[in-house]
């Protein structure tokens, strides 16, 4: 697709950021820094050895099991794998203080560079000690690259990238397909993408360049390199266009990555993941999974479009192709019986904003499945959310008194809920990988999974 033609100049926080050298491997060294070994992965048990899954579990499968245990160690802690990592988009989680985020034992936290380069800007974390300091959190941090923003936003389909093709427009066939009622808000070329800010019209640039600026700017403990997310609407050329397209831009993200690591002298040591692209082919998202595990990345993320009832056999061809020694983050999963599979199949953290997104509809979870809470059922239920729950709000409020706080459009309603919701999932991923470890994870799955979904209108205790 050729580039967007514009008169129109860059946004004010692009012109202090530089642009790469165009020789991005020079004298044929891969780039590289001493200060990478501030961050580290280390396995702990596999999946396999533990729970010694019998033949017709491996034929259920597609394959075999890449679950495992292990520890990423970042210059701001220590993350035990599995883990859930909850969303804080723009520097805070949803109606929830990070000191109640670290309460409820959430270990790392990720924001959204897209939307933190949009507003406050960059350089303002940066000159505020970095996303951590600047919103309150000691834990490790992770930022994405923005990618997955510009191309959704760009395409009209907001926080998804819907799969129905009744719901778009554009002709029937092409690579250009927009959702309904919606205009094209970002155009790709082999350099970067051109996107108006969904904020207020204004035009911006990102590059593999500036998403490595932004984010070393940001200062996560984590990053992840920039690629193009395409849909399961893209035909299969255009699918291999993009796969080349990433992995070049992956090579530029790391030389810019190890420049600017090298730059500023005095920062704690930033990971660089790289981002698994491919859609629904195996060849492609094996491919991918060769050639970004041969860069120097720190880990990778496991992105792009995924259809539901493949996201195991998606996930483990990756897996199975990635170094072991390196951790695998699955981008935008947080439903149990995602969770399960993403977790036998290799993924070590993932991360959603579901927790939180449907805590503000009066949605929490039980382990009898989702319930709603602006129910009149719960409006004499004086009892907690979820009885034997160690989050504060069912230490401390009643059914009865949040199902008001909903009635009412009280805002504190959402958090009470949102603290729930994300120790819920929390809770549900540790017991997992004490599970793993200890031999059980597959009964411990059988029987998360066989309440949760269980066809019953009422939890048992619910009044």
């Not at 560079?113 to 940066?126: E, N, R, T």
């Not at 300091?133 to 997955?148: A, C, H, I, Y």
């Not at 990053?223 to 291999?240: H, I, P, V």
Request: aromatic fraction near 10%; include cysteine.
């Amino acid at each position: 697709m050729p580039a967007a033609k514009s008169s129109q100049p860059f946004h004010p926080i692009l012109r202090s950021l530089r642009r790469a050298p165009p020789s991005y491997w020079q004298d044929g060294q891969v780039p590289s820094s001493p200060n990478q070994s501030a961050f580290s992965f280390a396995l702990t048990n596999r999946l396999e050895d533990t729970c010694t899954p019998a033949g017709e579990q491996h034929a259920a499968n597609g394959g075999g099991f890449q679950g495992r245990t292990g520890t990423i160690t970042t210059p701001h802690g220590e993350i035990q794998t599995p883990a859930f990592i909850a969303v804080g988009t723009k520097a805070t989680v949803k109606a929830v203080l990070p000191e109640a985020m670290q309460d409820l034992g959430a270990q790392a936290l990720l924001a959204n560079a897209y939307h933190l380069y949009l507003q406050p800007g960059a350089d303002i974390i940066d000159d505020a000690g970095g996303l951590g300091r600047f919103m309150n959190w000691s834990g490790p941090t992770f930022t994405d690259s923005g990618g997955f923003q510009v191309m959704s936003l760009g395409s009209g389909f907001k926080k998804v990238i819907n799969m129905d093709a009744a719901e778009t427009t554009g002709e029937e066939g092409t690579d250009d397909r927009v959702a309904a009622g919606k205009e094209r808000l970002a155009h790709i070329d082999d350099d970067g993408v051109w996107f108006k800010s969904h904020l207020n019209g204004d035009r911006h640039r990102f590059t593999p360049e500036v998403s490595m600026q932004v984010q070393h700017q940001l200062g996560a403990d984590i990053m992840f390199a920039f690629d193009e997310l395409t849909t399961l609407l893209n035909s299969r050329g255009y699918q291999e266009m993009s796969l080349e397209r990433t992995r070049l831009w992956a090579e530029r993200c790391i030389a810019e990555h190890f420049r600017l690591t090298d730059e500023r002298v005095g920062k704690p040591y930033q990971a660089l993941f790289g981002v698994i692209q491919g859609a629904q082919y195996e060849d492609l998202r094996r491919k991918a999974s060769r050639d970004l595990g041969g860069m120097n990345f720190d880990g990778f993320g496991i992105g792009g479009a995924l259809e539901k009832e493949n996201l195991g056999t998606i996930v483990r061809w990756c897996t199975e192709e990635l170094p072991e020694d390196k951790p695998r983050h699955l981008l935008g999963i947080s439903e149990p019986d995602d969770i399960f599979t993403a977790i036998e199949n290799g993924a070590d953290t993932f991360d959603c904003v579901s927790p939180t997104r449907v805590a503000r509809t009066s949605a929490f979870y039980t382990p009898q499945g989702r319930l709603n809470l602006s129910n009149a059922r719960f409006k004499r239920d004086f009892g907690p959310l979820v009885d034997g729950c160690d989050c504060y709000a069912c230490a401390h409020y009643s059914r009865a008194y949040i199902h008001h706080l909903f009635r009412a459009k009280e805002m504190v309603s959402a958090t009470l809920v949102s603290i729930h919701n994300e120790r819920f999932v929390v809770k549900m991923v540790d017991d997992a990988r004490l599970a793993l470890d200890a031999g059980t994870f597959f009964e411990f799955k059988e029987e998360t999974l066989g309440q949760y979904y269980q066809a019953s209108p009422l939890p048992s205790g619910f009044r």
